[in-house]
């Protein structure tokens, strides 16, 4: 009997806990099923952002290096319209005025701010992108009456204004701001704190961009975008700030996917004492870093422009709705950044005579941006940065060099003395008979003459001539003695 009533509770507690089981699996179910509800909503958004992005765009920005002076009218002409306030909020080191735009009248204080580093515009641009979007009478109405009735959007579109003036990352005093937490020693951080702590906001964005070799995980995908909500201390705990933080990163990634499968990067998340961003994070405010990398064809960074104006507004959208949408936990979901995997030019499978011994090698070749004086344009300067096997690492631009030979190039023979010489060459024919250095005079290469795309030297002696690690990416490369590829300044200036 005592046996009996013992299988018998044991049942009973089985199948009242089957049952409890159950009962405990439909909200679930039902939360999946509002959770896509609500990030459908998200990515039809989206999608029109897209479709509509030219409305948008700010045309008087157009390129990384714009200037302080670019941005002026712009503020004035924003700030004349009665859905902003805008205002001076401090000074920068060098006395340029540092400005706040505020839109939206919400409970919910968002903080956004770009250019904290001044040769790191991309966001800046999509922040432009976004007051012509909000002042715009082109549709969205429903959302925009959502985001400006929900938020109070605080937004300083250029931090940095000395930094940006040289496009350099550090301000006037070569204090790197994102590291100036603690101290407060340039006038920048001191504002941007200041503000902070007079709006509490609940999430912060902090805009960035990143160097353009970074790989999304260890893949062929170049990190196009990428995402952090920093830590607030050295154990990296979560708390809401950060969960909510995570959950408007994961909903991003999620519309991003679209339009950059696989190109999504996470920021590894160790603690770093002195940095603005996470002490943002440590301070109450929701911190989220979006960092701006690199896209094939695209130097001057204006698809990914656009894709900062697509998910920026995709997450005031969604924090806006107060919906759930996703689930913090699919953050981790995001690969982290791999750096050094990347260059613009891999040569694979290249066959090297020296030292009468043959060998295959792959070459990777990095463009550096020389600046004008002005630091309104650049021009490029490329290395060889890496030789060996790189059967695990990816280019822009890949050629296979499979049954190629590397030789180094030649010289014109005939010292080119007049811009008259110069102008009459015959591009074509040189390059084709692979003719990669041009020999001209002093006095017209003082002159800043550049005869795209030849080498221009007046000391032929001095050329360093040949595959080496950390010079200037120069040769041919041929099948026997028929001329294939000819390689200058890191460019296939001509492929036969």
Same mark, same amino acid.
């Given at each position: 009997?005592?046996? &009996?009533?013992?299988?018998?509770?044991?049942?009973?507690?089985? #199948?009242?806990?089957?049952?409890?089981?159950?009962?405990?699996?439909?909200?679930? !179910?039902?939360?999946?099923?509002?959770?896509?509800?609500?990030?459908?909503? %998200?990515?039809?958004?989206?999608?029109?952002?897209?479709?509509?992005?030219?409305?948008?765009?700010?045309?008087?920005?157009?390129?990384?290096?714009?200037?302080?002076?670019?941005?002026?009218?712009?503020?004035?002409?924003?700030?004349?319209?009665?859905?902003?306030?805008?205002?001076?909020?401090?000074?920068?080191?060098?006395?340029?005025?540092?400005?706040? %735009?505020?839109?939206?009248?919400?409970?919910?204080?968002?903080?956004?701010?770009?250019?904290?580093?001044?040769?790191?515009?991309?966001?800046?641009?999509?922040?432009?992108?976004?007051?012509? &979007?909000?002042?715009?009478?082109?549709?969205?109405?429903?959302?925009?009456? #959502?985001?400006?009735?929900?938020?109070?959007? *605080?937004?300083?579109?250029?931090?940095?204004?000395?930094?940006? !003036?040289?496009?350099?990352?550090?301000?006037?005093?070569?204090?790197? #701001?994102?590291?100036?937490?603690?101290?407060?020693?340039?006038?920048?951080?001191?504002?941007?704190?200041?503000?902070?702590?007079?709006?509490?906001?609940?999430?912060?964005?902090?805009?960035?961009?990143?160097?353009?070799?970074?790989?999304?995980?260890?893949?062929?995908?170049?990190?196009?975008?990428?995402?952090?909500?920093?830590? &607030?201390?050295?154990?990296?705990?979560?708390?809401?700030?950060?969960?909510?933080?995570?959950?408007?990163?994961?909903?991003?990634?999620?519309?991003?996917?679209?339009?950059?499968?696989?190109?999504?990067?996470?920021?590894?998340?160790? &603690?770093?004492?002195? $940095?603005?961003?996470?002490?943002?994070?440590?301070?109450?405010?929701?911190? %989220?870093?979006?960092?701006?990398?690199?896209?094939?064809?695209?130097?001057?960074?204006?698809? %990914?422009?656009?894709?900062?104006?697509?998910?920026?507004?995709?997450?005031?959208?969604?924090?806006?709705?107060?919906?759930?949408?996703?689930?913090?936990?699919?953050? *981790?979901?995001?690969?982290?950044?791999?750096?050094?995997?990347?260059?613009?030019?891999?040569?694979?499978?290249?066959?090297?005579?020296?030292? !009468?011994?043959?060998?295959?090698?792959?070459?990777?070749?990095?463009?550096? !941006?020389?600046?004008?004086? $002005?630091?309104?344009?650049?021009?490029?300067?490329?290395?060889?940065?890496?030789?060996?096997?790189?059967?695990?690492?990816?280019?822009?631009?890949?050629?296979?060099?499979?049954?190629?030979?590397?030789?180094?190039?030649?010289?014109?023979?005939?010292?080119?003395?007049?811009?008259?010489?110069?102008?009459?060459?015959?591009?074509?024919?040189?390059?084709?008979?692979?003719?990669?250095?041009?020999?001209?005079?002093?006095?017209?290469?003082?002159?800043?003459?550049?005869?795209?795309?030849?080498?221009?030297?007046?000391?032929?002696?001095?050329?360093?001539?040949?595959?080496?690690?950390?010079?200037?990416?120069?040769?041919?490369?041929?099948?026997?003695?028929?001329?294939?590829?000819?390689?200058?300044?890191? *460019?296939?200036?001509?492929?036969?």
């Amino acid at each position: 009997m005592y046996s &009996f009533l013992n299988i018998f509770m044991v049942t009973s507690l089985l #199948l009242s806990h089957f049952s409890l089981l159950a009962q405990s699996e439909k909200p679930t !179910e039902k939360k999946q099923d509002s959770l896509n509800t609500n990030i459908e909503v %998200i990515e039809k958004f989206a999608e029109k952002l897209n479709k509509e992005y030219p409305n948008f765009k700010e045309e008087k920005l157009f390129k990384r290096r714009h200037k302080y002076a670019d941005i002026l009218p712009l503020i004035e002409k924003h700030g004349k319209n009665p859905l902003f306030q805008e205002r001076i909020i401090g000074q920068s080191f060098q006395s340029r005025d540092i400005f706040q %735009i505020k839109a939206g009248k919400g409970k919910i204080n968002i903080l956004l701010w770009s250019q904290m580093h001044g040769n790191e515009p991309t966001a800046t641009q999509a922040l432009f992108d976004i007051f012509n &979007f909000l002042a715009s009478d082109k549709g969205f109405s429903k959302e925009k009456e #959502l985001i400006l009735n929900k938020l109070s959007l *605080f937004f300083i579109p250029m931090l940095n204004p000395d930094g940006t !003036e040289v496009y350099k990352r550090r301000n006037a005093q070569e204090i790197d #701001l994102n590291r100036d937490a603690l101290r407060l020693s340039a006038p920048e951080a001191k504002i941007l704190k200041k503000v902070r702590d007079e709006t509490n906001a609940a999430y912060g964005f902090n805009l960035h961009d990143q160097n353009i070799y970074y790989t999304a995980g260890v893949s062929p995908n170049v990190a196009t975008i990428t995402f952090l909500a920093p830590a &607030f201390n050295l154990q990296k705990d979560l708390n809401d700030n950060r969960r909510n933080a995570m959950r408007q990163i994961a909903v991003m990634n999620k519309v991003l996917q679209k339009y950059i499968p696989g190109q999504v990067g996470r920021y590894n998340d160790d &603690f770093m004492p002195t $940095s603005l961003g996470d002490n943002i994070q440590k301070w109450g405010t929701g911190a %989220i870093l979006i960092e701006s990398g690199g896209y094939k064809n695209d130097p001057e960074k204006q698809y %990914i422009r656009k894709l900062n104006f697509i998910a920026i507004l995709s997450a005031l959208y969604n924090i806006a709705k107060e919906t759930q949408s996703i689930d913090y936990k699919a953050y *981790f979901t995001i690969p982290e950044n791999s750096s050094y995997h990347f260059f613009d030019l891999l040569i694979r499978n290249a066959e090297v005579q020296n030292n !009468e011994q043959n060998y295959l090698i792959d070459i990777g070749i990095r463009r550096s !941006e020389k600046d004008n004086e $002005s630091h309104s344009d650049f021009s490029y300067y490329s290395t060889i940065a890496d030789i060996g096997d790189m059967s695990y690492k990816y280019g822009y631009d890949e050629v296979d060099a499979k049954g190629l030979t590397i030789q180094n190039g030649k010289t014109y023979e005939k010292k080119i003395k007049s811009k008259k010489q110069l102008n009459k060459l015959d591009v074509d024919q040189l390059l084709n008979t692979g003719y990669i250095y041009l020999n001209v005079s002093p006095k017209l290469l003082k002159k800043g003459i550049n005869k795209k795309p030849f080498i221009i030297t007046s000391d032929p002696d001095k050329l360093i001539k040949g595959i080496k690690l950390g010079k200037q990416a120069n040769f041919l490369l041929l099948k026997g003695n028929e001329l294939k590829y000819v390689i200058i300044n890191g *460019f296939v200036v001509k492929k036969l």
